[in-house]
């Protein structure tokens, strides 16, 4: 269920970069990419699991629901963070600076 | 059980190279860096966002699955001896495919962005975002 819900993350994440680009301000390209590397690791782990075990390709249950929305969660900690950190629009510079005058 | 730490690896090693690259880049003049296409630096960032992203949230699986332990010796294969061997053997097949895969995807991803690049007039070519 991860897989498919990661999958579905990183095409939204690149749909809404692809409408906002060539501007990439709040590092959406970033998001994507997270998203894409991870859809692609699942898909191989998932891939050889099934291959040589022969059990469910996807496990659909609430347990793997939960590890998706986690994942995702996770996924937008990072992006926020970087955001954060790299400050785009200089919020935090123009907010640090108020501090300092008041 | 630990699959995740090859393409961790790979990951350290080309943010690495791309840092190296970087520096070299910045030394040679905007011209020629303009007259051999996409930046490798910027094409190396795609590649260390992919693995770093699928490192990240591969990690958190194997903390889910209680593969991996916020206590030595991290991996919980290590702290019984009978699965030592088959974690070894998941991280040469599952995490050497994957490493693989994800550069190969990138290489694609290169080459189709070079090729678009390149099939833009001189005038007209600006810097693809995303990357950086």
């Known amino acids: 269920m991860w897989l498919i819900m990661t999958a579905l993350a990183a095409v939204i994440t690149t749909a809404i970069w692809y409408v906002k680009a060539p501007e990439d301000k709040y590092k959406l390209g970033l998001l994507a ?27 659909i ?6 590890l998706g929305l986690s994942v995702i969660i996770l996924a937008l900690v990072v992006w926020g963070i970087v955001l954060l950190v790299s400050d785009p629009k200089g919020v935090l510079k123009r907010v640090l600076k108020r501090q300092r005058q008041l | 059980m630990a699959c995740f730490l090859v393409p961790m690896s790979e990951a350290i090693v080309t943010t690495a190279v791309q840092k190296v690259v970087a520096n070299r880049e910045k030394k040679i003049s905007e011209e020629k860096t303009r007259n051999i296409g996409l930046k490798w630096s910027r094409k190396l960032s795609w590649l260390n966002k992919l693995l770093w992203g699928g490192t990240i949230l591969l990690a958190l699986e ?23 061997a088959p974690m070894l053997h998941e991280m040469a097949t599952t995490g050497v495919a994957i490493a693989i895969t994800v550069t190969a995807v990138w290489a694609i991803m290169v080459m189709v962005a070079e090729l678009k690049a390149k099939a833009i007039p001189e005038a007209k070519v600006k810097p693809v975002s995303g990357g950086e």
């Open chain 1, 61 to 66: 249950n609430p347990d793997a629901t939960l």
């Open chain 1, 33 to 59: 990419l997270f998203f894409w590397g991870a859809t692609l690791m699942w898909f191989v782990d998932h891939l050889i699991a099934y291959l040589t075990e022969r059990g469910e390709f996807f496990e």
């Open chain 2, 62 to 84: 194997h903390v889910w699955h209680g593969e991996v332990a916020p206590w030595p010796p991290f991996l919980t294969a290590m702290g019984d001896p009978a699965d030592v």
